[in-house]
């Protein structure tokens, strides 16, 4: 059962990770096209169906499956919730959550054509998500602490 539910963490982790690489990706783009344009409605569409249709359910996936695995940890009692790389893993997982959150607001603000950052602020938020998943993924597999 839990190498089952493993998998399935890390398939929802995927999609999740998929979403919040690409996602800043088209917000770049987004800046580029002409308030008004058929290029820029086409980016909502993209932007409103990826948050909705992938990343929204991808990190509620993620989350339940993640916290199971944490609480029914080898040998259970208290899991993996005492372990130092579990709790380092899970500040950056609610940074990564954070990170989201920032997302879908700004998905909504171009939506209603109210952006307020420049190419280059999303150019470097970019990078964010690659950063955090690296660190999480070495601290999940490896388990240096
Ligand atoms: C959302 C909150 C999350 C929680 C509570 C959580 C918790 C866990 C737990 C307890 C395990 C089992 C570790 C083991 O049995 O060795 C695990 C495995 C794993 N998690 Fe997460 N996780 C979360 C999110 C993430 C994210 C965002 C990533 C990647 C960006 C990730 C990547 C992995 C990987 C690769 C494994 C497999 C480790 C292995 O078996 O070697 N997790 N996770």
Redesign the pocket.
């Given at each position: 059962m839990y190498t089952w539910i493993?998998a399935f963490?890390?398939i929802a982790?995927i999609a999740?990770?998929a979403g919040m690489l690409y996602l800043p990706r088209l917000f770049v783009y987004h800046c580029a096209a002409e308030k008004g344009s058929v290029q820029s409605e086409t980016f909502k569409i993209m932007e409103r169906r990826l948050l909705r249709a992938i990343i929204n359910p991808a990190m509620v996936a993620?989350?339940l499956l993640?916290?199971w695995?944490?609480w029914r940890?080898?040998d259970s009692r208290y899991g993996?919730f005492a372990s130092g790389w579990?709790e380092a893993?899970?500040a950056l997982?609610l940074a990564?959550s954070t990170l989201h959150g920032f997302f879908a607001r700004w998905v909504k603000d171009f939506a209603a054509d109210r952006n307020r950052h420049s190419v280059t602020f999303y150019r470097i938020i970019n990078e964010l998500p690659t950063i955090i998943?690296i660190a999480?993924?070495i601290l999940?597999?490896v388990k240096p602490f």
């Open positions: 493993k963490h890390i982790v999740w990770m993620t989350w993640g916290l695995l944490a940890g080898p993996w579990f893993k899970f997982v990564l998943m999480i993924v999940a597999v």
